[in-house]
């Protein structure tokens, strides 16, 4: 195995969440990055319009993947805990099992993705002056969207045993070319927003290929040559697998009712929805590492069968989430009008992204506590629980609620919504963590330690 790897169920806790925590934060802040060189391109070279669309279009694809990504999120428990177990074999015909899974669905959802996406951009209710470039768009990403999916595969599995380092040069390529190629396709080749698709997938392409090579000859992940999985570890997918996937449906699909939302105000406030959702997404960078992190650092300690040490997690990193995140939250406050004019010029636009990214600044903390704790439970195996909770808040408290406030108080009603909803949402989570019996749940069977 790779030198970067951590064993997280012996030494100081904070101190390797820390630097555990690091390189995923980094990688986040590339992927974040990644959109937001695509937005500045695509919003300043061609306008509000198309800076919509990818905005439209960038929800249908997490809506799309969202089944597979959930599963995906079932390689870090299942794997994490196979590492903390000392169990090799289970950890080779598990990796092995995830990625025949993984592989066929993401291949056949682009190939169903293509050809569905004029429907789905329709039935969404995108404006006509942005349904066409819309279209273009999406059907190109749905083209290399195994890529996509790839590389943060093989970054979810790297992480799962205890390597945060090495994902960080795949999403740097990919953020190196796509800053390249994006000016390049649109500009240069007077691609339009399709070059913008087209720089995405040779970028992407590129970071998968990398890292594959890089798993297999440098960092000693067990990868092999696909083939038919046991019945035990086909089982212990779809156990965890199908809950989590349907979490992330839940999640995705959530999201996508909240762009029907914005979209019935025109295309102003999408495309001022789709700046501040790439603010929204710097915001939220702390709350998505911290969950990476404990979800293989818990899952090791529990593969292993040392409770007190996950207890000492989940303190550790609700105590980490909520400085960092009140502190970005503050800053991302003071500049919002100025983070929203890099991406478009228009005023309505403008106004619409500052107002949004002022009021719901100061909520993302409480999702913050929701990532780390759900991260925490998840590391036990409990998807469907975790699917419920996602159940709630997204189909009983933020599009219920984004929705009402936003018929009561025009669209300064969609943050106002929102922001409401998180804050319940944490209460529940805090609660389940509290007093739920996700400890009481088998992934896989502890080993003698060495």
Known sequence: MGKNQYDFTEGSILKKMIFFSGPIFLTNLLQVSYQLIDSLWVGNLLGADALGAIAISGTIIFTILSFIIGINNATLTIL???????????????????????????????????????????????????????????????????????????????????????PVRFVMIAVLLNAIFDPLFIYVFDLGIAGAAYATI??????????????????????????????????????????????????????????????????GVVAGFGAAQRLDSLIMLPAMTLGSAVNSMAGQNIGAQL?????????????????????ISAIIFVSAEFLISLFVQDEKTIAFGKMYVQTIAFFYPFLGINFVLNGVVRAAGAMFQIFVLN????????????????????????????????????VIACAYFRFGKWKEIKVVEKEERN
Do not use: C
Request: hydrophobic share 50%.
């Open 307 to 327: 409770w007190d040490r996950v207890s000492s997690i989940a303190k550790n990193g609700v105590i980490l989430i909520l400085i960092v995140s009140f502190s």
């Open 80 to 166: 994490s805990q196979h590492k903390g177990a000392k169990n090799d074999e289970g950890l080779k015909e598990s990796l092995n099992a995830f990625v025949v899974v993984l592989g066929i669905m993401t291949i056949s959802l682009g190939i169903v993705g293509f050809f569905m996406s004029p429907y789905i951009l329709h039935w969404m209710g995108t404006p006509e002056d942005i349904l066409p470039l819309a279209t273009t768009y999406l059907r190109i990403n749905f083209i290399g969207i195994s890529f996509l999916f790839g590389y943060n595969f093989i970054a979810t599995v790297l992480r799962a045993l205890g390597d945060s380092k090495t």
């Open 391 to 426: 159940t709630i808040s997204f189909w009983i408290l933020r599009y219920p609620f984004t929705y009402f406030f936003s018929r009561s108080f025009g669209e300064e009603g969609i943050p106002m919504g929102m922001g409401a909803s998180l804050v319940i949402s944490s």
């Open 202 to 267: 040779v970028a992407q392409g590129t970071a998968f290929f990398y890292g594959l090579i890089y798993s297999i000859f440098r960092a000693g992940v067990p990868f092999m040559i696909p083939r038919m999985p046991q019945g035990e570890y086909f089982k212990s997918i779809f156990k965890l697998g199908l809950p989590s996937g349907l979490s992330m449906m839940v999640i995705s699909s959530g999201s996508l009712a909240i762009m029907t939302v914005v979209t019935s105000f025109g295309e």
